[in-house]
T-cell receptor
Framework: AQKVTQAQTEISVVEKEDVTLDCVYETRDTTYYLFWYKQPPSGELVFLIRRNSFDEQNEISGRYSWNFQKSTSSFNFTITASQVVDSAVYFCALSGTTNAGGTSYGKLTFGQGTILTVHP | EAGVAQSPRYKIIEKRQSVAFWCNPISGHATLYWYQQILGQGPKLLIQFQNNGVVDDSQLPKDRFSAERLKGVDSTLKIQPAKLEDSAVYLC?????????????FGPGTRLLVL
């Protein structure tokens, strides 16, 4: 079975602080995909990034960066110089590539989410 | 490119009533997903369609929930009869078949309150 754990339920920071959201996953698939989604107060899930299990290269996009480490089964997300508009719930998710063990190719398993509040 | 469309955005019903939600995926996306998101939790997959066929409905409470995608494009999710614990946001998503990673793009969701 697949599992995603986001241990931080809520994080509160002041604008311009850096913040890291943790994500740990479990899967038996050798090929899998990891995702981060943002859910602002409006409720829509916004896709941020996808990483393949065979590509551990870290990625930076503006103020966002992601650190993928297979050895520790982690896929952490860092926001540099946070802004009030970053306030949202952030979800880490995992997708396998086999149809077995109660999962299907493409099915997303989500973590519980981390509520990020950035204060002015 | 238009995103995933869902309607209605909000619905309030009494328990034991029925309700239906509609979803239109991104054009050209063959795979369509329905998720249930209870307050304070991550979304949980209810059903996954590939064109008009069901790929996974293992988490769908089939005694009260049903879904269809008759022409392989838009889809309807129905609850009959509704229970209090069905209060949640129902999210629809779609992905392209040629995308091996099957990145899912979500609609705005339907917020259901069962009284």
């Amino acid at each position: 079975a697949q599992k995603v754990t986001q241990a931080q339920t809520e994080i509160s920071v002041v604008e311009k602080e850096d913040v890291t959201l943790d994500c740990v996953y479990e899967t038996r698939d050798t090929t899998y995909y990891l995702f981060w989604y943002k859910q602002p107060p409006s409720g829509e899930l916004v896709f941020l990034i996808r990483r393949n299990s065979f590509d551990e290269q870290n990625e930076i996009s503006g103020r966002y960066s992601w650190n993928f480490q297979k050895s520790t089964s982690s896929f952490n997300f860092t926001i540099t110089a946070s802004q009030v508009v970053d306030s949202a719930v952030y979800f880490c998710a995992l997708s396998g590539t086999t149809n077995a063990g109660g999962t299907s190719y493409g099915k997303l398993t989500f973590g519980q989410g981390t509520i990020l509040t950035v204060h002015p | 490119e238009a995103g995933v469309a869902q309607s209605p955005r909000y619905k309030i019903i009494e328990k034991r009533q029925s309700v239906a939600f509609w979803c239109n995926p991104i054009s050209g996306h063959a795979t369509l997903y329905w998720y249930q998101q209870i307050l304070g939790q991550g979304p949980k997959l209810l059903i996954q369609f590939q064109n008009n066929g069901v790929v996974d409905d293992s988490q769908l409470p089939k005694d009260r929930f049903s879904a269809e995608r008759l022409k392989g494009v838009d889809s309807t999710l129905k609850i009959q009869p509704a229970k209090l614990e069905d209060s949640a946001v129902y999210l629809c998503a779609s992905s392209h078949d040629k995308d091996r990673g099957k990145t899912q793009y979500f609609g705005p969701g339907t917020r259901l309150l069962v009284l």
